[in-house]
T-cell receptor
């Protein structure tokens, strides 16, 4: 069965500190992995995606993520958090030939302290 | 480019009623999926439309139905509303069904409250 686990429901960091959001997945086929961000009252915006190749992927807003097949993980990182990064972050998994069908985690809420 | 647009933005319905939500995909996109996002949860896949046919379906009852029109826009219909149907309903659009080379764009959602 396909599933995505985000173990951290809520994280608080100080502005300028580094950030790592955890994501573990379970998927029967070759996974395609995504991180989305959702601000209050907004839809989802794609931060980055991994299909194949280099396991370290760069995204928008200074985010990056590393795919580790042996750990079934796809953790999101940012070296220096800005106050505007406060939002809800979702990890998602999809597959070839399923278009925009994704399985999402329950999300991690990020609070940034000035 | 307006992106993915959904209407209405907010809706209040009474238990037992029926509701129709609408989605216009981003220009150039032909595949539309619908998601239900309950409060404090991640989005859950309802179904996907491509070439006016339902192609994939998540674990939702038949009360949830949809339609895709020739211009690729889509509707989500929910019959016999339950209190538990209260959620943010998101529409996502992308190009093509096969391959994952194009980004899926999400609308801002329709907030449905069932009272």
């Amino acid at each position: 069965a396909q599933s995505v686990t985000q173990p951290d429901i809520h994280i608080t960091v100080s502005e300028g500190a580094s950030l790592e959001l955890r994501c573990n997945y379970s998927y029967g086929a070759t996974p395609y992995l995504f991180w989305y961000v959702q601000s209050p009252g907004q839809g989802l915006q794609l931060l980055l995606k991994y299909f194949s190749g280099d396991t370290l992927v760069q995204g928008i807003k200074g985010f990056e993520a590393e795919f580790k097949r042996s750990q079934s993980s796809f953790n999101l990182r940012k070296p220096s958090v800005h106050w505007s990064d406060a939002a809800e972050y979702f990890c998602a998994v999809g597959a070839m030939n399923t278009g925009n069908q994704f399985y999402f985690g329950t999300g991690t809420s990020l609070t940034v302290i000035p | 480019d307006a992106g993915v647009t959904q209407s209405p933005t907010h809706l209040i319905k009474t238990r037992g009623q029926q509701v129709t939500l609408r989605c216009s995909p981003k220009s150039g996109h032909d595949t539309v999926s619908w998601y239900q996002q309950a409060l404090g949860q991640g989005p859950q896949f309802i179904f996907q439309y491509y070439e006016e046919e339902e192609r994939q379906r998540g674990n939702f009852p038949d009360r949830f139905s949809g339609h895709q029109f020739p211009n690729y826009s889509s509707e989500l219909n929910v019959n016999a509303l339950l209190l538990g149907d209260s959620a943010l309903y998101l529409c996502a659009s992308s190009h093509g069904l096969y391959g994952m080379n194009t980004e899926a764009f999400f609308g801002q959602g329709t907030r449905l409250t069932v009272v």
